[in-house]
């Protein structure tokens, strides 16, 4: 049995963060209204091993970050889109930064590219996005609003170690690597696989491959 494999990797993608403070949805008429982020649980117990001083490429104090809003569109729906919303669900309830995620569900990829698309000048944009590299660029040719992500990948304090880059298929990090910049990080990779019965095409009078 011969088998061809296509791959489909699909990417997080960070836009422009300037708008990353309080607001509302998207005012796009096909947009769902973002998910109500759950209220938060005390998280007094919880103690940071390290006091963060800096981000990376910002000059932004950990203490600006409180009650700050970041909106994240992603296509899923049914049961992973339920396990997005549950982690999504227990970062808002437990992050020290006490940033709250706001869940845009798009319900497919078509309607994820149209709200993007319809939304990249507007301030209450989306600021992540879960997006194939055709609908990156697609965005990318409207407006350059992604965020080279390469800084945060390298700086000593918040960067991945090398263990953790190892786990990143070059491949697909590489495919994300444009104008010198690196837009997102690989999300989830579909194989689609094609296959024949080489028996059942011999007896159709088949030598090669149909």
């Given at each position: 049995m011969k088998t061809n494999r296509y791959l489909?990797?699909?990417?997080?993608v960070i836009l422009t963060l300037a708008a990353c403070t309080p607001g509302a949805a998207p005012t796009v008429s096909s947009t769902p209204s973002p998910t109500p982020a759950p209220p938060r649980q005390p998280t007094a117990s919880l103690t940071p091993l390290v006091t963060p001083?800096?981000?990376p490429g910002e000059d932004v104090h950990p203490l600006d970050l409180d009650g700050q809003t970041v909106r994240f569109i992603h296509p899923w729906a049914g049961e992973l889109g339920d396990q997005v919303a549950a982690i999504i669900a227990d970062f808002n309830r437990t992050n020290l930064f006490n940033i709250e995620v706001e869940v845009i569900q798009a319900g497919s990829?078509?309607?994820?590219?149209?709200i993007v698309a319809a939304s990249l000048d507007q301030a209450t944009r989306p600021q992540l996005a879960v997006a194939s590299l055709d609908q990156i660029q697609y965005w990318q040719s409207i407006?350059?609003?992604?965020v080279d992500v390469q800084p945060y990948i390298d700086d000593p304090e918040w960067g991945l170690q090398p263990d953790e880059i190892a786990d990143l298929i070059p491949t697909y990090l590489n495919a994300l690597r444009i104008d010198?910049?690196?837009?997102?990080?690989?999300?989830?990779?579909?194989?689609?696989?094609?296959?024949?019965?080489?028996?059942?095409?011999k007896e159709l009078g088949f030598s090669n491959p149909p």
């Open positions: 489909y990797a699909v990417f997080l001083t800096r981000f990829s078509n309607a994820l590219t149209d407006s350059p609003v992604t010198d910049k690196l837009l997102g990080l690989p999300a989830t990779v579909d194989v689609n696989l094609l296959f024949y019965n080489q028996t059942w095409a």
